[in-house]
């Protein structure tokens, strides 16, 4: 069978394509950072605690995680681009319902919803991606996304602290709204993408509810197990049990519908498993440190909001400069296991250099251990994607590329949970044992100490800049161990990244785009050789105009599947 091959876009369609898709991708980030460093403030005015405030967070990570690879699935079976506009409406949408909360629970609900928007959003963008760039071009236009990435996340936090000092948090809820109308609006006109899909769609609905009940139980156990009930009792029984016991059917499932959410045929490839396994603590880097470095610097350094944007620039621009610098170096030398290896050394290093935070670190090497962190994300989290997709069947380029996202997003979202988990109970501990410290501090403030102890005991995280010497060093110092604590979590699982990142295969990355593949893999004729012919001229027309370097010939097996892949399970 021949089909028309598609036509080979200039870079100049590639940039008309590419700005409807960034703008997409800047609504759900200024949406998220504009509100990091104000969630301390908003949890206090909600009346939240510390445990409100690791949900207010999770909510989104969860139902992100979760509803990823169903839009990955989704993307297969049906048109990429109106899928990804209605992400950005229900992303949107829930934004802007979250600035009317009234309470922290309200709060946390319509967050949940903007998380499956958000989900949407991080599965979608990076199939598009290969849809319109193949893996060896991306780091040509990653000066685009960096660009992107510093206005989000730079101005983001700045934003939301500007405003939140200078008129109302609920404010940062509203921003992103006129910036989604412009790109539903770009989106209609500049993404042109093939709409066909040979396949009847068929959706996995039991895998979904048997997922979403795993990833949840595990994830309220652990929030709650030691707070609201022991560690050891029947509550623990039941989640950790029901999680398992959805996990296992989950997996039944999934060998046995036509159309698995997450098919586990993709575990055979060392590429894809390997990458899952070194993704889940870049989550955890990501998300983690970014939630919970903005309330040290308010909780332990007495930063307002604006100030603990500013003082977090550290970490973001160590993850844009490496992002945009390792994309344009394997674009020109083709070459991307080094940098994944060098990024995994320096998120170790990030995990153990925060781990040892003080309230009165010197906030010059408060800023090193931020920029290698932030570095090691960037060198690390994108690439993880672009060698899934390099090897990755076309028919299966939605759920191979959300697969890894969602792992992520899933290590990002028990990653927060655990270390929530691990902060309250520090917490506790310290306050228990600092007791006497604090009550003598009260005593020292005479009448006010009466209103500054009913602050304290009240349960909600307090406005600890607000607070009276000698009151408030007291709560800087055990906010600070119990944060530091928190960021211990992440070493070990760092250091399986990087003995994940060493055993990856070093494919070499094509130059075809998804659509150039499926093509090539419609004109089969059958026979291996003819195969070979098919995808090697597809190839290196795609080569025509990209960066100098070998042309990477995929010999393809009866199965349809190239050799890279066959190769990678080897």
Known sequence: MTTDAPIKMTHRQVLEALTGLLLGMFVSMIATTVVSTSMPVIVHDLGGDQAAYTWVITATLLTTAISTPIWGKLADLFNRKLLIQLAIVIFVGATAAAGFAQDTNTLIAFRAVQGIGGGGLAALSQVIMADIISPRERGRYMGLFGAVMAVATVGGPLLGGWITDAANWRWNFFVALPFAIAALIILQKTLHISTARTRKASIDYTGIVLLSAAVSLILIWITNAGSSFDWWGTETVLMVGGAIVAAVAFVIVELKVREPLIPLSLFKGRTFTLSVLASISIGVAMFGTSVYLAQYMQLSRGATPTEAGLMTLPMMAGLLIASMVVGQLVTRFGKWKGYLILGSVLLIVGSVTLSTLHYDTNFFLVSLYMFAMGAGVGMTMQNLVLIVQNVAKPSEMGVASSGVTFFRSLGGTVG??????????????????????????????????????????SGTLPEVRLLPEPVRSIIEDFYAQAISHAFLIGIPLAVISLIAILFLPNRPLTTMTTSERAHADAAKTGSPVDDAADVAIADATALSGAPTGSVTVVTRSNDGRGDAASDDRR
């Open 416 to 457: 927060v949970s655990v270390m929530g988990a691990v902060l309250a109970n520090s917490l506790t501990g310290l306050f228990s044992d600092g007791k006497e410290r604090i009550g003598e501090a009260i005593a020292k403030l005479g009448d006010k100490g009466a209103e500054v102890a009913a602050q304290l005991s």
